[in-house]
């Protein structure tokens, strides 16, 4: 069985603060790794996404994840937020075999303050 | 035109009342999804399907049926609704190919029984 958990309910950080969302995974096999995002009133959209090879991954709009096997995590970070950052965000894990039945984890609410 | 399209956006229903979640998609894949979003648990699939003639219960499927009418249409029904199947469903897709190694969702219905 696999399960997620995002450490972390709600992040309120300062615009052009650094920020860092948690998330840790168990699983018995080898899984993929996913970042989706939910803006207000908006359906889910992938920001990133971890397959294999090198363990950093990169979104378009500057955030970063790295997995790290030996502590099952996966955790976001962007060096500098914007209020256009304000989302929902989720981390989620899938077998190999099948990327779209996921295992999310609870979801961390980013509040971006001017 | 969004890939994965979801109707209604919103609805409000009585307890007892039938309710059909309908959702129709572009992106040609062979498997859909439905899912279930509460505040606080993140999202949890209900039922996903690989093909027309291959359905799966997913984690949470009391209460809910589903059909698959065609390739490119999944629809979610329930059969009588009651006040705690209040929430936000998500429909997705994903590739079997390979090709694309992420799902797509939909814009998401938020459903009210009342």
Redesign the interface.
Known sequence: AQSVTQLDSQVPVFEEAPVELRCNYSSSVSVYLFWYVQYPNQGLQLLLKYLSGSTLVESINGFEAEFNKSQTSFHLRKPSVHISDTAEYFCAVSSLSNTGKLIFGQGTTLQVKP | DAD?TQTPRNRITKTGKRIMLECSQTKGHD???W?RQDP??????IY?SFDVKDINK?EISDGYSVSRQAQAKFSLSLESAIPNQTALY?C????ATGEE???F????TRLTVV
């Open positions: 994965v498997r859909m999804y899912y606080g648990l993140g999202l949890r699939l996903y997913g998500f997705a897709t994903s590739d190694t992420e799902a969702f939909g814009q998401g």
